[in-house]
Nanobody
């Protein structure tokens, strides 16, 4: 069992930066895929970024703007978001899964409660 708690969301202006954190407890997550997803009102939850076996990968919409990283000693994964756009506004969820290189919602087993990110124009 893995518990995930996100933090760091809030309201920013377009062009600003923000860092989200996800603290994991329970089983070690070093052998899992750790991912970030987001869900805007009226839309499906979508993949943002993930790290698996020290490889990171991103959706096309955030590539070159967002960076995922992890600190295994702290059991924490981060999402650094730069050059934020209004279309990045969503609830951001941290997720942990037992499959490698997972990019789909149903490949993840554990989810955090989500943190709201709002980007004003």
């Amino acid at each position: 069992q893995v518990q995930l708690v996100e933090s760091g969301g809030g309201l920013v202006q377009a062009g600003d930066s923000m860092r989200l954190s996800c603290a994991a407890s329970g089983r070690t997550f070093s052998s899992y895929s750790m991912g970030w997803f987001r869900q805007a009102p009226g839309k499906e939850r979508e993949f943002v970024a993930a790290v698996s076996w020290r490889n990171d990968y991103y959706s096309d919409s955030v590539k070159d703007r967002f960076t995922i990283s992890s600190n295994n000693a702290k059991n924490t994964v981060y999402l650094q978001m730069n050059s934020l756009k209004p279309e990045d506004t969503a609830v951001y969820y941290c997720a942990a899964g037992s499959r490698s290189y997972a990019t789909v919602v149903n490949e993840y087993d554990y989810w955090g409660q989500g943190t709201q990110v709002t980007v004003s124009s």
